[in-house]
């Protein structure tokens, strides 16, 4: 009996096409809160040349409370359009934080905070900055900025341009001073809670990532 002809080789189907992660992956660079970051970062010079070189306190206090209000929206913006990524994990933290010594720094210079009240700002991001590099070093896995740390930055980057605006004779200057130490105080406290939270925090994401280096596979 004579045999069928084979059914004729078609090529084969092409793979369908795969969708795109809805945020492209956390290895990306360029993304819009990132480049809120930067831009945040790139004001710190202008406010320095505002306060120191042009005399303009107002101006710069303004920039200051301008930036502390837009903390918010890069890491906003990131969830919201799942744009979270690694470099914005470690660029939205180190904004923050120089951001704050800038602040801190700028105000003690002209007079605006008293150094007791600097001093415990500045210790407080000296410590999680190092306790961030040593976990790093010892391997453990990233840790996310916690919620109650954020408040404590964003309540402290609106206390000291109020700081600044209030550093004068005028009556009205008095009563902004009384407003600032209020937002100064509640900000501080938070921000020394944060890092005692972090405590905890800190041992789970080092052990796990020495357990994943014991099972083969490189800390995140």
Known sequence: MAQAAPAPQHAADPAPAREPAAGGGEDRVLTV???VTAVRLACVPLFVWLLFGAHQQAAAAGLLAGLGATDWVDGTVARRFHQVSTVGKVLDPTADRLLVATAVLSSVVVGAVPAWFAALTVAREALVSSAVLVLA???????DVLFIGKAGT???MFAYPIFLLAHGSAAWQGDLR???WVIGLCGLALAWVAAARYLPVARAALAAGRAGRRA???AP
């Open 216 to 218: 083969g596979r490189p």
């Open 33 to 35: 809160p990132n480049v």
């Open 178 to 180: 009384v407003v600032a």
């Open 154 to 156: 964003f309540a402290l």
């Open 137 to 143: 070093a010892l391997g453990a896995e990233r840790i």
